[in-house]
């Protein structure tokens, strides 16, 4: 039976049987929202663990208790980037980090994407840019997008799409 170490506002650090550690979190749900062009919205936010530093990520959050994955990405994408999807599909699971942290991302692809706006909760303004699909690599490469979850999810958007295009 783990034993819970610290329980904080995002995380719980447990020890498991063995006195191995772990962080457990809240699943969530990660959302690719593709526009008509092309282009990727991606949200421009601080990153506590690396001194602030502004970094470009994909819009998404946790699951709410007795709240679908599926209804958690319409509502993040409303909360983050002011839109919601006409259309949602879902990609896939990322487990990050999976050895010693535990939480599922529900990936989804967002398209159809209409003006709404919802009230978020972070305590900090939220920017968007776009990055045109085609140029992922480019921005990788060059270091503007470093965040693993979101690269992740971008190259199984794209993979989705081209098999979408095959079919």
Not at 134 to 143: L, P
Request: one cysteine or more; aromatic letters at 10%; hydrophobic letters at 45%.
């Amino acid at each position: 039976m783990p034993t819970l170490k610290y329980q904080g506002q995002y995380f719980a650090i447990f020890l498991d049987d063995q006195g191995v550690e772990y962080v457990q979190t809240g699943d969530g749900a990660l959302i690719v929202p593709l526009t008509s062009r092309g282009e990727v919205i991606v949200c421009r936010e601080p990153a506590p663990a690396f001194g602030n530093e502004m970094i470009f990520v994909l819009p998404g959050g946790e699951v709410d208790p007795g709240e679908h994955a599926l209804e958690t990405a319409n509502r993040e994408l409303q909360e983050e980037i002011g839109y919601r999807a006409e259309r949602l599909d879902w990609l896939g699971e990322l487990h990050p980090f999976a050895k010693y942290l535990c939480t599922r991302q529900n990936i989804f692809l967002a398209r159809d994407l209409q003006p709404s706006h919802l009230e978020g909760d972070e305590d900090y303004l939220i920017a968007i840019d776009h990055i045109p699909l085609a140029q992922v690599e480019e921005w990788i490469a060059t270091g503007r997008l470093n965040d693993a979850n979101t690269i992740a999810a971008l190259f199984l958007a794209r993979a989705f799409l081209i098999k979408e295009a095959q079919i």
